[in-house]
């Protein structure tokens, strides 16, 4: 469904994307993640055919976004980080305005599905200027399907959203899936991908770092955690000794609990033995795995 190669994007001396490579299969829920400025919108209007690349490749649904002059030509569907609406109008006179503007006839039966399958049709009669931004996303992802299209982006979609809004965008995306569409999944809440998507494209500013299968990149690259917590804050020196032990990968510390990512379970013995030896007092020590927003940081941090 989308294949992109060594895709590159400047604003003025600024480089905003570096030989970006990624791959999409239908029927994926591709995560694709980033911090804040990393380059995730930037992709998304060069593959929506709403911003041209500097150069590489970008297929998308067999065509390449890249040199596509008219977006409506490449099938998709997509939803905007900030969806806005004719303040004005209903949800459902937004939903039949999108479908007659896209050279279709009014669909009462299709209108109400979608009306119906977003939630939204209770509220169907009322002006989307008074909505919650929960209830504009979902009708965002209502519109970007409007033409049936077989690959949406969604950028964004449950960023700024209570858990209750946020359920309810993921629930959604589920459903797409089930019914046999691709979705590419832009976010920074790396929990959410953990949730719905099959496959995942880490982007550190502006070069995709790591892209494979969640479960494989899960396999690979999650190890124990120790978090430890001592009654006084720990010294330079003390850190600097434990990030020498063999079995340590990395030390992160936080006042008076320091994060140890380590490359087995052995290791626990390790650090009890050496906060016996130091004569250090442990408040709390506990093992756990770390999961794709530690996974996510430690790329960040190389960069």
């Not at 409506?72 to 997509?78: A, F």
């Not at 399907?145 to 995306?173: H, T, W, Y």
């Not at 490359?263 to 250090?280: Q, T, V, W």
Request: net charge negative; charged share 30%; proline share 3%.
């Amino acid at each position: 469904m989308i294949n992109v190669r060594g895709l590159n994007k400047h604003f003025g001396n600024f480089q905003a994307l570096k030989d970006v490579n990624l791959n999409v299969e239908k029927g994926d829920i591709y995560g694709f993640i980033g911090h804040n400025g990393a380059g995730k919108s930037t992709t998304i209007s060069i593959l929506t055919g709403l911003a041209k690349a500097d150069s590489g490749t970008c297929i998308v649904n067999g065509k390449d976004a890249c040199k596509t002059v008219n977006p409506s030509d490449l099938g998709i569907g997509y939803l905007p980080e900030d969806p806005s609406f004719y303040k004005w109008m209903t949800a459902r006179e937004t939903l039949i305005y999108l479908l007659e503007s896209s050279g279709k006839k009014n669909n009462p039966v299709k209108i109400n599905e979608i009306l119906e399958w977003v939630g939204l049709e209770e509220s169907a009669g009322r002006k989307v200027g008074g909505f919650s931004r929960g209830m504009k996303q979902r009708l965002g992802i209502g519109a970007a399907l409007i033409n049936d299209p077989q690959l949406l982006f969604l950028d964004e979609p449950s960023s700024a959203l209570d858990p209750e809004g946020r359920g309810d965008v993921l629930r959604l995306i589920k459903d797409l899936r089930d019914m046999g569409k691709t979705v590419f999944f832009s976010t920074h809440i790396l929990s959410d991908v953990e949730r719905i998507c099959n496959k995942v494209g880490i982007l550190v500013n502006g070069r995709i770092v790591k892209e494979d299968r969640l479960e494989v990149i899960q396999e690979e690259n999650i190890l124990p955690i120790y978090d430890i917590e001592t009654d006084i804050a720990l010294k330079n020196n003390i850190v600097e000794d434990i990030e020498k032990l063999k079995c340590v990968k990395k030390v992160q510390t936080f006042d008076k609990r320091i994060q140890v990512l380590t490359e087995s379970h052995e290791c626990g013995k390790e650090l009890y033995r050496f906060f016996s030896d130091k004569d250090l007092n442990v408040v709390s020590f506990n093992l756990r795995k770390n999961d794709l927003e530690d996974i996510f940081l430690e790329e960040v941090n190389k960069k």
